[in-house]
């Protein structure tokens, strides 16, 4: 039996393999999730030489306990790999860092669950329009109409609805920074999402108008076959209607598409949400900027100034004669004059012009009725009601009373309704008069009056 040295038996021991398989692993894992540079006190060579001495020692129990017979050519070849590779780790070529940039200025959190108006803020930056409403508010606000299903807002949608009994029609508003492109470079783009030709300057410029925020907005209305933004399958049988205007810097784009049939029916309702779009901030709009909007035509108004009785007046290609102590209101979209009635205003008739169609008589004689909670005339009794002249022909009249639920359902007590249309080749006509009860029943003669007076011009 051989002697053996006392060094070579303490390099061969199994507790000695033990300590040294571990600490390859505990430095593996350090190696891993600490950066070497935290090392400190130790340089990279003398690293590598702690490697290299411990996986030697490795080696050697290996070889020391196990000889030949248990020592395959695979475990050799794995504990050479491994020595070769922590061997190989280098520090590399240092390359020193001597040019220097600026930080950019600190963008703000990101908050979770922001609003739109707040997440995309920045690209109102440059739009007065913006600036009116609190950091965590619209630059508008509206009133959704009757029946609209409101979606959220989007990046470049601020209100965004579903229209129709199956939403087969959206309407939607766009602020944008800017002239984003100007309104009748818009208005072509419209057009094209239709399949049409782009308007030519003329044709732009005998555009009907209407007072939207305080300003004047050009009225778009073309049949055809819309392919949207996307320019993709196109739909046949689509109608748009939007209105375009220059707020305060901004671009505010107001847009209703879907089939045709829907689109008529939806049309007043449209007007209606065109007028509910204000500045959050009491006051704001310009009153004399609302008057220069006035549809072409329109004769200049005095809110304050009551209508002489008899005295002929109009615009917008017709002509009427206001009764007595009917007062003209300010311009408002859609509508081609309202007026006020009553010691406190409390009462108001209006002339609304449409396009052709707009859904027929039926369909919005019964809308009337509705906002009275009252149910539809069914055609006997849309044939049984009396008649009046409008603009050279009789058509029914329609009396209402009850409790009124207009713009977003709120519900008046003790109201009273009077309405009437005429549907002419080009365009729709709707007279309606609404207030108090007792003062709309004193009004029906002046209201029959005044429906008689209209006459088209041109």
């Known amino acids: 039996m051989s002697i053996e040295h006392p060094v070579w038996r303490f390099f061969r021991s199994v507790k000695l393999a033990i300590v040294i398989v571990s600490l390859l692993a505990i430095g593996t894992i350090i190696g891993t999730l600490v950066l070497q540079e935290s090392l400190s006190g130790?340089?990279?060579d003398e690293l590598h030489s702690l490697w290299v001495i411990v996986i030697l020692g490795a080696i050697v129990c290996v070889l020391g306990r196990g000889t030949l017979r248990v020592l395959t050519?695979?475990?050799?070849g794995l504990l050479l790999a491994v020595c070769c590779l922590m061997v190989s780790c280098g520090p590399g070529d240092r390359v020193e860092i001597t040019q220097t940039a600026t930080r950019s200025r600190e963008r703000g959190r990101v908050r979770v669950n922001a609003t739109n108006s707040e997440r995309f803020r920045f690209a109102m930056t440059h739009s007065p329009a913006a600036s009116l409403a609190s950091e965590s508010a619209s630059p508008f606000h509206w009133t959704p109409p009757e029946g609209w299903e409101e979606l959220p807002s989007t990046q470049y949608r601020l209100a965004n609805f579903r229209v129709g009994r199956n939403r087969e029609a959206e309407c939607y508003l766009s602020v944008l920074p800017g002239g984003a492109g100007g309104v009748f470079a818009n208005a072509n783009r419209w057009r094209e999402q239709m399949g049409l030709a782009p308007?030519?300057?003329?044709?732009?410029?005998?555009?009907?108008?209407a007072t939207v925020l305080g300003a004047s907005a050009v009225l778009v209305e073309f049949d055809g076959a819309y392919s949207g933004m996307s320019q993709g399958a196109s739909r046949e049988g689509f109608r748009l209607k939007g209105a375009l205007l220059a707020h305060q810097g901004s671009s505010v784009f107001v847009k209703l598409v879907g089939p045709v049939e829907i689109v008529e029916e939806e049309s007043e309702r449209f007007a209606e949400f065109l007028e509910s779009i204000h500045p959050?901030?009491?006051?704001?709009v310009d009153e004399t900027v609302a008057v220069a909007g006035l549809p072409p035509?329109?004769?200049?108004?005095?809110?304050?100034?009551?209508v002489v009785a008899g005295s002929p007046t109009g615009g917008g290609g017709f002509a009427w004669e206001a009764p007595e102590g009917?007062?003209?209101?300010?311009?408002?979209?859609?509508?081609?004059?309202t007026f006020t009635v009553g010691a406190q205003d409390e009462a108001e008739c209006y002339v609304a012009i449409l396009g052709p169609g707009a859904g027929g008589m039926a369909m919005n004689l019964n809308r009337w009725r509705g906002q009275f909670s009252l149910s539809p005339l069914s055609e006997d009794e849309l044939a049984a009601l009396p008649r009046i002249g409008v603009l050279g022909e009789p058509v029914p009249l329609l009396e209402a009373a009850g409790d009124f639920a207009g713009m977003g359902g709120i519900k008046q007590t003790g109201q009273a309704l009077f309405g009437a249309a005429r549907f002419l080749e080009d365009k729709s006509?709707?007279?309606?008069?609404?207030?108090p009860e007792d003062l709309i029943k004193t009004e029906k003669e002046n209201f029959v009056a005044f429906c008689s007076s209209l006459l088209a011009q041109g």
Do not use: C
């Not at 959050?280 to 704001?284: E, N």
């Open 280 to 284: 959050p901030a009491p006051g704001h």
């Open 73 to 76: 050519m695979k475990s050799i």
């Open 199 to 209: 308007y030519t300057q003329t044709e732009f410029e005998e555009l009907p108008t």
């Open 326 to 337: 009917w007062n003209v209101g300010p311009a408002r979209p859609m509508r081609l004059v």
């Open 429 to 435: 006509v709707f007279i309606k008069m609404t207030g």
């Open 42 to 44: 130790f340089t990279p």
């Open 297 to 306: 035509g329109h004769v200049p108004v005095d809110a304050e100034t009551s």
